[in-house]
Nanobody, 123 residues
Framework: QVQLAESGGGSVQAGDSLTLSCAATGSTVRYNMAWFRQAAGKERIFVGGISWDGNGTKYADSLSWRFEISRDNNKETLVLQMNNLKPEDTAVYSC?????????????????WGQGTQVPVSS
């Protein structure tokens, strides 16, 4: 059973950059991975995902020019680089993984989840 744990969250100001990491216990080599976020009182939504070999990524339309996802399969680590953060990016960010090559934007498609890390962005 793969277990995921996020790190790197914390309070930032608008315009700052922040890097989140997701460490896996157990092999995720054949897993596609994704980041989701959930703002207070709202549904969890897809931020972006990456294929199991790291060669394919997809992002939520509004985030692709500010956020970047990468992975290091040797270190079993997923990374979310967030740039030019805005107050509306405030949320709990969670990583997720599932077997297969291509990431899905649907939360119900993922079997493994981290506990989430909070990212408050102040104006």
């Amino acid at each position: 059973q793969v277990q995921l744990a996020e790190s790197g969250g914390g309070s930032v100001q608008a315009g700052d950059s922040l890097t989140l990491s997701c460490a896996a216990t157990g092999s995720t080599v054949r897993y596609n991975m994704a980041w989701f976020r959930q703002a207070a009182g709202k549904e969890r939504i897809f931020v972006g995902g990456i294929s199991w070999d790291g060669n394919g990524t997809k992002y939520a339309d509004s985030l692709s020019w500010r956020f970047e996802i990468s992975r290091d399969n040797n270190k079993e680590t997923l990374v979310l680089q967030m740039n030019n953060l805005k107050p509306e990016d405030t949320a709990v960010y969670s990583c997720a993984g599932r077997p297969g090559r291509t990431p899905s934007p649907q939360t119900s498609d993922y079997r493994c989840w981290g506990q989430g890390t909070q990212v408050p962005v102040s104006s």
